[in-house]
């Protein structure tokens, strides 16, 4: 079941969402994991303390085609509750922003039987007005798109969709599901859009919470900006 999401919010999401069965994608630990096991690498403490985009551009420097393994990686699954809320919310006008590159959501407005228009990509121009799904990250679809390395996400987001995400929370209550919050590229221009929105409640697993409350207290100080620890991501807009 989905659930049907207000016009007045604005949403963000990250990989969290898409953990939950039946969608079951990895977050990063386990990403790490198969992209080793497939490379015949065994896992190790210096390996589990390596950042993502380290790890992916190493691989990628080495000729190793890291778009087509998080290709085979983030292609399967079902889209799952949470999908289906974000597809419908999109198609009804809500603005939809997020990190992940797998086409879940995408799949889930397909389900229902809709044509769900998106701007994907870092450096994309200013989206039309009738794009309410945005993939910062890119899309599989499109695997050139994938902001994976080092170099991508130390580069800020362009300055159309950063104008673009401050105007989608322009005086909306924001809500954030499943994401970190640690991307450099993004986090510049989402902190800057919150000056902009009417409140922001940021759902995340406990563990997580621990570390945004410690990296935005100013922000849960100045009343904002409220942190709520969820045990599941597909239930944090429930």
Same mark, same amino acid.
Not at 36 to 56: D, T, Y
């Given at each position: 079941n989905s659930l049907r999401i207000p016009r007045e919010l604005?949403?963000?999401?990250?990989?969290?969402?898409?953990?939950?069965?039946?969608?079951?994608?990895?977050?990063?630990?386990?990403?790490?994991?198969?992209? /080793?096991?497939?490379?015949?690498?065994?896992?190790?403490?210096?390996?589990?303390?390596?950042?993502?985009?380290?790890?992916?551009?190493s691989?990628?420097?080495?000729?190793?085609?890291?778009?087509?393994?998080?290709?085979?990686?983030?292609?399967?699954?079902e889209p799952n509750a949470l999908h289906f809320s974000l597809a419908e919310a999109a198609t009804a006008g809500v603005d939809v922003w997020t990190t992940n590159a797998?086409?879940?959501?995408?799949? /889930?407005?397909?389900?229902?039987?809709?044509?769900?228009?998106?701007?994907?990509?870092?450096?994309?121009s200013r989206p039309a007005d009738t794009v309410h799904l945005f993939k910062l990250h890119g899309t599989l679809n499109d695997i050139d798109s994938l902001a994976f390395k080092t170099e991508d996400v130390l580069t800020p987001i362009s300055a159309e969709l950063a104008f673009k995400l401050r105007q989608s929370f322009r005086d909306r209550d924001v809500l954030i599901c499943g994401y970190a919050g640690a991307d450099p590229d993004v986090m510049p221009a989402l902190l800057s859009a919150f000056d902009d929105a009417a409140s922001v409640e940021w759902f995340e697993i406990p563990p997580s919470v621990i570390h945004l409350k410690s990296r935005y207290g100013p922000l849960l100080a100045g009343g904002k900006l409220k942190i709520t620890a969820v045990p599941n991501p597909s239930w944090a807009l429930y």
């Open positions: 604005s949403l963000f999401v990250g990989a969290g969402i898409s953990l939950p069965p039946p969608s079951s994608l990895p977050l990063f630990g386990a990403l790490r994991e198969a992209i /080793a096991s497939g490379l015949g690498v065994h896992s190790s403490r210096f390996l589990n303390l390596i950042a993502p985009e380290f790890l992916l551009s691989l990628y420097r080495n000729g190793i085609s890291v778009s087509e393994i998080l290709l085979d990686i983030l292609s399967v699954g797998d086409e879940l959501i995408e799949a /889930a407005a397909v389900q229902r039987g809709n044509d769900l228009p998106k701007s994907y990509g870092k450096d994309a």
